[in-house]
T-cell receptor
Framework: RKEVEQDPGPFNVPEGATVAFNCTYS??????FFWYRQDCRKEPKLLMS???SGNEDGRFTAQLNRASQYISLLIRDSKLSDSATYLC????????????FGSGTRLSIRP | DAGVTQSPTHLIKTRGQHVTLRCSPI?????VSWYQQVLGQGPQFIFQ???????GRGNFPDRFSARQFPNYSSELNVNALLLGDSALYLC????????????FGPGTRLTVL
């Protein structure tokens, strides 16, 4: 079983739709969680950090469920520019620091 | 301000050779991490350095090594290259020693023939 699992997609949704991705992780000791966005042939960029209380940034909402060990990303009123691969990231900082990226979920927004 | 820079952008090597990849972090950032990304997968963590000390290591063989210099730039070295080492190698910098927002460079595309 992978330590971080994401639905690879692709998700193909019309502009203006709401779309949600989930990501599950296996290590209950994980401490920090992020969503990164990666455009085709570009480097990943931080979309948002994910906090236990949930957090929102404009059209984007991230949630963390520690009990069930998953994080989610909700995109409302999707735009063509949201088309990208979304990477779930789980990390643990200790004497042996570790960070794991999921394989990514591809999202394609159609006009 | 300049972002994270990496050199070279592309590299072609043959099996058994050695390669050195370089990374300069954002000014003021003391943490540098290295990742390997193959097509269709997310980046895989190789190393993290903070203040010239190794803070974390992923599941990569000893052929992979890295170091961080006093100016916080970093090198990733790979010995005895295998075909499977062909990938995009990404460097990321951050200002803190724990996992926080990372800023990625454009990567070095390594092809091993």
């Amino acid at each position: 079983r992978k330590e971080v699992e994401q639905d690879p997609g692709p998700f193909n949704v019309p502009e203006g739709a709401t779309v949600a991705f989930n990501c599950t992780y296996s290590n209950s000791a994980s401490q920090s969680f992020f969503w990164y966005r990666q455009d085709c042939r570009k480097e990943p960029k931080l979309l948002m950090s994910v906090y236990s209380s949930g957090n929102e940034d404009g059209r984007f909402t991230a949630q963390l469920n520690r009990a069930s060990q998953y994080i989610s990303l909700l995109i409302r009123d999707s735009k063509l520019s949201d088309s990208a691969t979304y990477l779930c990231v789980v990390s643990k900082y200790s004497s042996a620091s570790k960070i794991i990226f999921g394989s990514g979920t591809r999202l394609s927004i159609r006009p | 301000d300049a972002g994270v820079t990496q050199s070279p952008t592309h590299l072609i090597k043959t099996r058994g050779q050695h390669v050195t990849l370089r990374c300069s972090p954002i000014s003021g950032h003391k943490s540098v991490s290295w990742y390997q990304q193959v097509l269709g997968q997310g980046p895989q963590f190789i190393f993290q350095y903070y203040e010239k000390e190794e803070r974390g290591r992923g599941n990569f063989p000893d052929r992979f090594s890295a170091r961080q210099f006093p100016n916080y730039s970093s090198e990733l070295n790979v010995n005895a290259l295998l075909l499977g080492d062909s990938a995009l190698y990404l460097c990321a910098s951050s200002s803190r020693d724990y996992w926080d927002e990372q800023f990625f460079g454009p990567g070095t595309r390594l092809t091993v023939l």
